[in-house]
């Protein structure tokens, strides 16, 4: 199935339709909302540096979506839904044309409770979290751009992030409760997913339904302390995120590893690392700090950077030089770096990870965020390469899947050809049902494609 070619849109039928709703026409402004961080791809940058709206409409209520909605089919637009812009994928650029679906307007915590939260798909996380510690509860995972990024965005594009070593990925079952969902028919309906269908549009890019709030659950908030530690090598480092990530009696919200030379592109810690550092960068619960020393003892390490959770809510926070905020620090020295995604098996004596840190040296540096994935602790990578040519990226890519890792690769805008790898039948049943004309985030779900 394939969407209708885009047809010359009649503004003015358009803005008349939608009024009172903000609509927003300037070119600079629309080129602007039409992008999310796909640059740190060279391949991506070749794909989408051209590619942007027609125009941007942002909603205030869920109402107001479906009379955009009802718009949009009425006129045959293709809508492209839109949180922050803080993906790396292209997931909200659009490759028709169409109307820029910005949700940004639409932010409220509409309740809290005891381990759980109502909110509106626009409402920042860290805004979020202002009003659940109020209550001692916190949102379990962020991605690091946590000050900016919506929680519709990252539900829709994101996977996992600050967190996930407590808490696993999105997908998770518990990880999301229940999403409303407004429809692409001519006369759109609002559809509430609960438990297991959350699926169906959970990092779907947006391709199969508008999501106008959220049923997501919470952690108990603590007091987290953030540390750097260094070590005198690399895999002594990584096997001391391991045993970390593997000690159930210590509460930890971040395990970050970096190889040198990672750690010069990181400007705000160059007075406490010292050149070529291998390093963890991480976020303790402050109740753990002594028996976290201990193990920092057992591995060599020296902790170089000390913060309470009082002195780290000021400041440089200690998240935002992890996950994919690495990569950005490294690009903003170089950016003619690149990125991969890799998942290693679980495996406690590291091996595989080991090969590939010898294997491709400073040209794959290494670059470790611990996760649990399926009850067990496990590293994914985001190794920051150096990229030299497609063909290049490509067998590196291939090197590390034929050994035996995983990657979720972040050089596609192609909903299964990223983590997936496959076609999910779930979520292109529901794009049949509730976006017949394909209009969503169009160019984006291969399954709608063939």
């Known amino acids: 199935m394939t969407v209708a070619p885009t047809r010359a849109i009649d503004w003015n039928s358009v803005v008349a339709a939608l009024d009172g709703i903000e609509v927003i026409r300037d070119a600079a402004q629309v080129a602007k909302l039409s992008k999310d961080y796909y ?15 027609d125009g941007v409409v942002r909603p205030a209520s869920e109402a107001e979506v479906l009379k955009i909605a009802a718009v949009c089919v009425k006129h045959q637009i293709p809508v492209t839904v839109r949180g922050a812009g803080t993906g790396n994928y292209g997931q909200c650029i659009p490759l028709q044309g169409g109307i820029i679906l910005d949700m940004t307007k639409m932010q409220a915590v509409k309740w809290i409770k005891p381990g759980i939260a109502c909110v509106e798909p626009g409402a920042r996380l860290a805004a979020i979290d202002k009003q659940t510690r109020e209550m001692g509860w916190e949102i379990r995972m962020a991605p690091s751009t946590y000050r900016t990024a919506t929680i519709g965005g990252f539900i829709g594009g994101g996977s996992g992030g600050i967190g996930s070593i407590t808490y696993g990925q999105l997908r998770d079952r518990g990880n999301l409760h229940a999403v409303r969902v407004v429809t692409m028919e001519a006369q759109p309906r609002v559809i509430e997913l609960r438990g297991d269908d959350v699926q169906k549009v959970n990092h779907a890019y947006g391709t199969n339904g508008i999501i106008t ?44 590893i970096c190889a040198a030379p990672i750690s010069n592109y990181f400007a705000a810690f160059r007075t406490v690392l010292p050149a070529d550092s291998h390093c963890a960068l991480l976020m303790i619960a402050e109740s753990c700090l002594e028996p976290f020393g201990e193990l920092v003892k057992a591995f060599g390490g020296k902790i170089v950077y000390q913060k309470s959770a009082q002195e780290a809510s000021k400041g440089t926070a200690i998240y935002e030089y992890t996950w994919n905020h690495t990569t950005l620090h490294a690009r903003s020295v170089d950016p003619t770096l690149t990125y991969l995604q890799t998942l290693f098996p679980a495996d406690k004596k590291l091996t595989l990870l080991e090969q590939m840190y010898h294997y491709f040296g400073d040209e794959v ?25 497609p063909e290049r990226l490509q067998e590196i890519i291939k090197y590390h899947e034929d050994s035996g890792a995983f990657i979720a690769n972040p050089h596609t805008y192609i909903l299964e050809d990223g983590g997936r790898k496959a076609i999910d039948p779930i979520q292109l049943e529901f794009k049949q049902q509730v976006d017949p004309n394909g209009l969503l985030n169009p160019g984006k779900m291969k399954a709608w494609m063939q």
């Not at 540096?365 to 040519?389: C, D, K």
Request: include cysteine; charged fraction near 20%.
């Open 39 to 53: 640059s740190y791809s060279p391949i991506l940058q070749l794909l989408l540096s051209d590619k942007v709206g």
């Open 365 to 389: 540096m290494m670059h470790l965020e611990y996760i649990r994935v399926n009850g067990s602790v496990l590293p994914a990578a985001l190794q920051i390469v150096r990229y030299s040519t």
């Open 213 to 256: 709030e959220l049923e997501i659950p919470l952690g108990p908030a603590h007091p987290w302390a953030e540390l750097i530690v260094t070590f005198p090598d690399f895999m002594t480092a990584a096997r001391f995120g391991q045993e970390l990530g593997d000690s159930d009696g210590m509460i930890k919200k971040l395990i970050c």
